[in-house]
C-alpha cells in the first residue's frame, strides 16, 4: 500500500482537488459543516476531481 498511495508521484494513486479559488483567503467563520453542503454550488469552486489517478469531473475549459 504504501508503494501505491502517500505522496502525489508518477505511478501512484491520487485523489484530490483542483479548484479556482485561493483557500488560503478563506474565511474559516463562513465554514459550513459537511452536513450542510449543497453539491451544487461545492462544484463552482472545483474545476478538476482526481480519484484513484484518473479525472472523474472536469469543468468545461479548465486545464491541468
Not at 504504501?2 to 491520487?14: A, L, Q
Not at 485523489?15 to 467563520?29: A, K, R, Y
Not at 454550488?41 to 472536469?58: K, N
Amino acid at each position: 500500500l504504501e508503494n501505491d498511495v502517500g505522496s502525489i508521484k508518477v505511478g501512484k494513486y491520487g485523489d484530490f482537488v483542483m479548484s479556482n479559488f485561493n483557500l488560503l483567503n478563506l474565511n474559516v467563520n463562513n465554514l459550513l459543516l459537511p452536513n450542510q453542503w449543497n453539491p451544487v454550488e461545492l462544484l463552482d469552486f472545483v474545476d478538476i476531481t482526481v480519484v484513484d489517478g484518473s479525472i472523474v469531473y472536469q469543468k468545461s475549459g479548465a486545464n491541468l
